[in-house]
């Protein structure tokens, strides 16, 4: 038979758990720390093109600096592990930002990360072709597991947004995998929008 003490030192317990447990979910999701933050400056990094925007004078295959294509240009920079749903619906929104201030010269990339180059690129090559964008080139990174070394891209962020002008960070949005959510992408697209204004 418990006594009451035995009793309250398990209620105790249990409250500590279910304390913790809420914390574990509410940081699990929140946004995390990966990329350039606000202030940084993006610097250059060689990358080769893989599909996605045929007009931006950078061909498929060619390998260089995407970035310095950029220059001064608004951009909405992406680095993502896996080219899902919730990516799609993203780009998607992005590409309608992109396409409505095409005189304000809004441009974006995405780096896709992974360990084998070859299958990053039939992998998104697919991905390119079911969504059908047209204004968004897709790049793999030289370093291809985590982008460039400096960029410190948290090897736990599924996706991370870096929004630049003029070279310089102005919003930055990470999420691991299974986090980026409607209410969430409506906070980044928010955040491109104020690239051009």
């Known amino acids: 038979m418990r006594t009451v003490s035995s009793m309250g030192i398990g209620m105790t317990t249990a409250a500590t758990l279910l304390i913790a447990a809420v914390f574990a979910s509410a940081t699990a999701s929140a946004e995390m720390t990966s990329g350039p933050q606000v202030g940084d400056a993006v610097g250059a990094f060689t990358v080769t093109k893989i599909a996605g925007n045929p007009d931006d004078g950078f061909p498929v295959g060619r390998s260089g600096c995407y970035r310095c294509k950029t220059g001064s240009k608004p951009v909405v920079m992406v680095f993502a592990r896996t080219g899902n749903e919730s990516l799609a619906k993203l780009l998607k929104k992005i590409e309608e930002e992109v396409e409505e201030h095409q005189d304000e010269k809004l441009m974006s990339f995405v780096n896709m990360l992974g360990t084998n180059p070859e299958s990053i690129k039939k992998s998104t090559e697919e991905f390119v072709t079911k969504n059908g964008f047209k ?30 002008k003029s070279g310089t ?5 990470a999420f691991a995998a299974g986090q980026l959510t409607d209410e969430k992408i409506k906070a980044i697209v928010a955040a491109s929008c104020k690239l051009v204004e």
């Not at 080139?137 to 400096?150: I, L, Q, R, T, Y």
């Open 135 to 164: 204004q968004i080139a897709f790049v793999v990174p030289e370093d291809s597991k985590d982008g460039p070394p400096d960029f410190k891209i948290a090897s736990d962020a599924d996706v991370t947004i870096v929004c630049y």
């Open 169 to 173: 960070v102005v919003a930055n949005h």
